[in-house]
């Protein structure tokens, strides 16, 4: 659950950034990019579409994404989102507790979006 609310939290987040973050609204402004993140189950997942400056966002497992960041389970998805190490995704990867799926760069593009938005 704290993980769904997590999602649309950050859904939030980018979803006012896009409206008041200048740096934020240059960066996805001429992106169009769906990530989704989910659990490895697919019990949690959230797919956030940017498309030219705009951000919306679905709830539930898709399969219409550029990149998929899947989290072994909802509690270390949680833990690693909300850890301020910048190395914490990484080591998650490198343990195998997070994969990528789909174009690579989409994901790399989707952190630094993030990042601008924070």
């Keep these: 659950m704290k993980f769904s609310l997590l999602l649309f939290a950050l859904f939030q987040i980018l979803r006012v950034a896009a409206l008041t973050n200048t740096s934020f609204k240059k960066y996805i402004s001429k992106a169009q990019a769906k990530i989704l993140i989910k659990t ?3 019990r949690y997942a959230r797919l956030f579409i940017f498309d030219k400056g705009k951000v919306r966002s679905v709830a539930g497992d898709r399969n219409d994404f550029d990149a998929a960041l899947v989290w072994a389970d909802a509690d270390t998805g949680f833990s690693v989102m909300t850890d301020k190490r910048s ?11 997070l994969k990528v799926e789909g174009m690579g760069v989409y994901a790399q593009w989707f952190e630094g979006a993030v990042k601008l938005a924070m």
């Design 40 to 42: 490895k189950d697919g």
């Design 87 to 97: 190395d914490a995704s990484f080591n998650a990867a490198a343990d195998g507790k």
